[in-house]
């Protein structure tokens, strides 16, 4: 009889796992589809996690520590003994690399977790209850409950609980079965738990305590001798197991102890009451009427503890109908929820601080303090639940109410459901990641976008490309973790002041608005740190945060395609696409762009300039208009105070005031120095016969079909951009839609580069174009990437549907060659000296 049963035993043990590993596949639809080309999760937070895996297979190959590392927030390098790490999954995904790649070993692991857990919930339960239904149905719940699905897709750290039921049934088997093996089986079983989460040796631990305290009170088997023996045991094989990761923790444990405490998120990432009976929004069927609701919500928008309609009727009918099994599981389910709901109660987004709750008293204990976040004491719940609801089955099953166990199977399935899957779409790459981790590996880079969030995403490319970087993430960071970033002049001009870290103070890395002036020691001081390379993700990269970078680095790449430009700050030059002027002796000026504010009382002129002798340093330049009425203030284009060098570059932005009532006509302006030296500018003031200031560049009055003039061009060049500035005059209003082209054509007038668009980058197209409208209208091109050589820029319009060009002809009507009007100067691309 005793065979029998065993072999009953093993036979539904393999018939649950096969089942599992089925409804997993089908329930996680369409992972098993995309475990090469994408990640499982919905939460930026995920790429830590392959991050993780990634270092850590780092740090063996190369016999590093795995808790500390200098190949994030470079060169300082950071602690990473209270980091957010899956030891053990890192470990797994590291194993299975060579053979799948490292973005299938990261969602194969996190498939196996969840198979895994769902059949450890099965043996838990069915030891409890003999019955193997029940036992199928609570690994189910313990899989797919939304709390522990929600953490899952988000923290490796925190839902990688498969560990947790086969701990529990070995440990309830050695306080009633005493023996070595079941109470060595719970110390391993601990130990795991410990290798995949720190924080869920503190779970498991406050759980045994409740539980011992329970068992202890109510029906207590075993001499406190005898109990003492087992535990030992258990703790000392769990302490020698985790003792590598324990090891380094004691060494610093004060480090430990200070992180813990930095922040009190207790009032603000407890658990809302309301969310435990709203449906998850990822739900396929009504999910999307509940996103109303939960934006009322903090953290559980992301993480979402719902009960469900089917376990709350099944945890009912356990209280109600097994009182004395449940009884242990209902008392310890009401007590994660009375921590989880932290410091202060929240309903529906309303925090009532005047109810202060119990997490007050523990909330400062270390290790609970290392929790962090008391909403996570939700994944404890999940065990109550699902042993809960193996409990009710079981009796229904005992009472041969089939078609009343078939309806609730529905509806768990129902709110529990997550088909389709979040996964992400891998970040595009680049084919130069492979090329460029082989140059200089151990030179540091900076990314851009800069900003708390981001650089969890671009941790991504780190995997890809191999050198540290100054940024990074670290979960417990303090003001010091930031500190190369914060005293760094460029750096702290690039950080992204929407994107800042949520526990430091909002004015450590406030972004500047001005750029910086002293270009060329700011890119030193980054070199002689070793940050080597700025790398710039244009996927990542808005509108905004471009203009932000041109304006702080008027450098050119190294490379560059649709996804990455690089940039080397120990050659932020290395071509040149017009020859610098000689400004002064000892300053060559480099780039000049011209802008006239919306009120036109303020003339800007931005210059990039290049120190090229001593006798350069502290000599004062003007903006002033060339018959010397107006000058702007004088300005030392390299400043005395800073420690220059040849070649360096600074840039400046010189205001030149614009008198209210200029006569009407065009006004050529200059820069003039100290010495007598002056370059003029290439564009000049224009006043209307009305009074209306604009600026103008190269006259053209070119006429393009019988509807359009082309006024005047102004162009020029911020690093590898070309911008041009055109004014078009609408004789007539167009009949047809024509979109501008302009071309880049080499010596031998051939096409090397083009730009095709609706005027004012598609925001003006020529059917709206009134007669007698003037339309300022601004385009850019890239140039990088043409070889060195002499270019010619031509533009003009042309039919949108049919691609013919509109014939254009100069004022006395001569046709010009290919309807095509050329900038008088040509560029030159050279490779920098």
Known sequence: MLIKLKKFTRETAVIAAIGYLVLILLLTYPAIFHLQDRLIGNNIDDWIFYWNNWWVGRAIAEGHSWFATDMIFFPQGTSLLSHSHSLLSSLLAWLLEPLTGPVAAFNLVWLWGLWLGAWAMFLLVRELTNQPIAAFVSGFVFAFAPYHLTQYLAHMHLGTIQWWPFYILFLWRSLRRPGWGNAGLAGVFLALSFWTGFQQGIFLGLWTAVYLLWWGWNGRTLPWLQTARQLLLMSLVAFLLSLPILWPMFNHLDELVNASNEFDESIIKQTDLLAYVVPPTYQPLWGEQMVSTYQAFRVNQAFMPYVGLGVLLLC?????????????????????????????????????????????????????????????????????????????????????????????????????????????????????????????????????????????????????????????????????????????????????????????????????????????????????????????????????????????????PIFKDEVLAVYDVANPRPWQFQPTKTLSDGIELVETALMLEDTAVVLQVNLLAQLTATNGIGRECVVQMMDGAVASNPVALFAVHEAWQLADLAQHQIALPVPENLPAGSYPLQLRCADETAVPLPDSLFVSADGQKRLIGQLANVQLGRAVQLQDVRWWLKGSQLHLSLHWLAKAAPQQELKLFVHVLDEQGQLVN??????????????????????????????????????????GLYDANTGERLPLSTGDGTAVAQNTYFLLESLTVTAAP
């Open 754 to 795: 083009q730009l095709d668009t609706i005027p004012c980058n598609w925001q003006c197209p020529t059917s709206q174009w009134q007669a007698g409208q003037t339309i300022t209208d601004n385009a850019q091109l890239d140039l990088w990437g043409l070889p060195p050589g002499r270019y010619q820029i031509g533009l």
């Open 316 to 556: 009912i009918v356990a209280i109600w109908k097994q009182w004395r099994e449940a009884r242990f599981w209902l008392w310890s389910g009401l007590l994660w929820i009375l921590l989880a709901a932290g410091s202060q109660l929240r309903f529906n987004g309303t925090v009532y601080e005047s109810i202060k709750l119990p997490y007050n008293l523990i909330k400062s204990v270390f290790p609970i303090s290392a929790v962090r976040t008391p909403e996570r004491f939700n994944l404890l719940l999940v065990v109550s639940l699902a042993v809960l609801v193996g409990l009710a089955v079981s009796w229904l099953w005992q009472q041969r109410v089939r078609w009343l166990l078939a309806l609730l199977g529905i509806v768990l399935l129902l709110d529990y459901l997550a088909v389709p899957l979040p996964m992400w779409d891998l970040p595009p790459t680049s084919p130069y990641w492979a090329e460029f981790a082989q140059i200089e590996p151990g030179a540091g880079v900076a990314n851009y976008p800069m900003g708390y969030s981001q650089a969890k995403l671009l941790l991504y490319y780190q995997t890809l490309h191999g050198h540290p970087t100054v940024e990074g993430h670290f979960s417990r960071y303090t003001a010091d973790t930031y500190a190369f970033i914060n005293q760094d002049p460029l750096l702290h001009r690039l950080y992204s002041t929407d994107d800042l870290p949520l526990y430091l103070p909002s004015e450590m890395l406030s972004t500047f608005s001005e750029p910086i002036v002293a270009l060329g020691p700011a890119l030193r001081q980054l070199d002689e740190a070793n940050v080597r390379f700025i790398l710039l993700h244009l996927p990542y990269t808005s509108q905004e945060q471009l203009e932000v970078f041109d304006a702080q680095l008027p450098l050119m």
